[in-house]
C-alpha cells in the first residue's frame, strides 16, 4: 500500500459514512468531498500517490477491493450484499442481524429504522429518485415476537459466545455468571412467548424463521453451557474451612498440657493446626479438629468451636453460617458483601 494505514483508515471510516447518505458517486466527487475535511491528509496521500494520481489509486487500489461498492459505468455504487449492514455498511455478525423483505440486512431495528427514513428521503428528491430501493418489513405475524427475540439475542449472545468458545478457568466469579447465563437463556427460549414458532419450527414465514433460527442458537449455547457448568462444578475446590477451637489448654498444669502437646505433635506436623493464641486455635481440617476436641474431653477441658468458611470471592473469613446463609446458586457460601454484589451484579 502506498498510503499510510492511518491515512487508509481514516479514508475509509469516512468513506463508509460519506456512502451512507450518498449511496453513489464518482471518484471525483469523493475526492473533492474528502479533501475539503481533510487537508493535511489528502495531502499527503496524493504525495505518496504521485505517479498514479490520488484519485485512480482511490477507484483502483481502495474502491475496487472494498466488499460494499460496486462499480457501475465507473460510478461507484453502495453493494452491501449480505454481509454488510444495507444502512451503515459496517460487517454483519453472522447470526446477530435483521432484514427486510427486500434482501437486505441490518446491524439492527435503529438501522432499519434509519434504512426506512432516508428511502423516503431519496423519493422526495428529484435528482436522487433513482438510488431509492424497495424497503419492506416483515409485517408477518410473528414481526413482533422477531424483534423481541432478537434484543434480547443481541444480549445474550455475546456473553453465550464468550463462554461457549474458549475455556474459562474455575472460578467462583466464572461458575456464577455461568450459572445467571443459564437462567437467562432458559427464561428467554422457554419462556412461553415463542412456543408456536418453536411448534411449527420457524416453518410461518420468514420472521418465524429468524425467530426459529435464534432459538436454536440460545439452546445450543445453553446446551454446552450445561454441560460447561457440570465440568466447573467438578474442578472448583471445596470451599475453604476453618474450625476455631477455643479452650482453655493453657490453664492445665504443665505437666499434662506438655503430655497433650506431645500427643497433639506425635500426630499431627506443624501447620496443620495454628495457635492463633493459647486459647484460639484455627484448624482446617475436620478430623483433625475431631481428634484435639477428643483430646480436650480426656482431660475434661471445656472448649467451643466455630466453624467459618472462607468467602468464595473475597477469600474473607465468614462466620454466621448457621443464621445468615448466603448460598449462592453454585451451592458454596459468600460474605455478606460479595453476597449482596453477587445478587445485584450477577442476578
Ligand atoms: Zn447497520
Ligand atoms: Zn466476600
Not at 477491493?65 to 457501475?72: D, H, Q
Not at 505433635?265 to 478430623?287: M, P, Q
Request: glycine share 4%; proline share 3%; hydrophobic share 30%.
Amino acid at each position: 500500500m502506498k498510503i499510510s494505514k492511518k491515512d487508509y483508515n481514516t479514508f475509509m471510516d469516512w468513506a463508509q459514512k460519506y456512502f451512507r447518505k450518498a449511496r453513489e458517486a464518482t471518484s471525483d466527487t469523493v475526492l473533492e468531498k474528502f479533501q475539503k475535511e481533510y487537508r493535511t491528509a489528502t495531502k499527503r496521500m496524493k504525495k505518496h500517490t504521485k505517479n498514479i494520481g490520488l484519485k485512480a489509486y482511490i477507484g483502483r487500489h481502495i474502491f475496487r477491493n472494498s466488499p460494499w461498492l460496486k462499480s457501475v459505468k465507473g460510478i461507484w455504487q453502495v453493494n452491501p450484499g449480505e454481509d454488510f449492514c444495507a444502512y451503515c455498511l459496517n460487517e454483519l455478525d453472522k447470526e446477530i442481524y435483521l432484514f427486510d423483505l427486500n434482501d437486505h440486512y441490518y446491524c439492527d431495528y435503529e438501522c432499519m429504522e434509519e434504512m426506512f427514513s432516508l428511502m423516503s428521503e431519496l423519493e422526495d428528491d428529484e435528482e436522487k429518485q433513482h438510488l431509492a430501493v424497495e424497503v419492506e418489513e416483515p409485517w408477518d405475524s410473528y414481526w413482533s415476537d422477531c424483534q423481541m427475540l432478537f434484543d434480547q439475542f443481541r444480549d445474550l449472545k455475546p456473553d453465550s459466545r464468550y463462554y461457549v468458545s474458549k475455556e474459562v478457568e474455575a472460578t467462583a466469579e466464572n461458575h456464577l455468571d455461568i450459572l445467571l447465563l443459564i437462567q437467562r437463556i432458559k427464561h428467554v427460549i422457554y419462556s412461553g412467548v415463542y412456543d408456536s414458532v418453536w411448534m411449527n419450527g420457524g416453518h410461518d414465514g420468514p420472521s418465524a424463521w429468524h425467530t426459529y433460527q435464534m432459538l436454536q442458537s440460545l439452546e445450543k449455547d445453553l446446551e454446552k453451557l450445561q454441560e460447561l457448568e457440570e465440568k466447573m462444578k467438578d474442578k472448583r475446590e471445596p470451599q475453604k474451612v476453618v474450625y476455631r477451637i477455643w479452650n482453655f489448654a493453657s490453664t492445665l498444669p504443665e505437666k499434662r498440657s506438655r503430655s497433650m502437646f506431645n500427643r497433639l505433635r506425635r500426630k499431627y506436623k506443624c501447620g496443620e493446626f495454628k495457635e492463633v493464641n493459647a486459647s484460639l486455635w484455627d484448624v482446617e481440617d475436620e478430623a483433625v479438629m475431631q481428634y484435639i476436641v477428643g483430646c480436650f474431653k480426656d482431660v475434661r477441658l471445656p472448649y467451643s468451636v466455630e466453624k467459618q468458611l472462607y468467602c468464595e470471592l473475597c477469600e474473607k473469613p465468614y462466620s454466621n453460617i448457621e443464621t445468615n446463609y448466603n448460598r449462592g446458586k453454585d451451592d458454596y457460601y459468600y460474605c455478606d458483601d460479595c453476597y449482596r454484589y453477587y445478587k445485584d451484579g450477577f442476578k
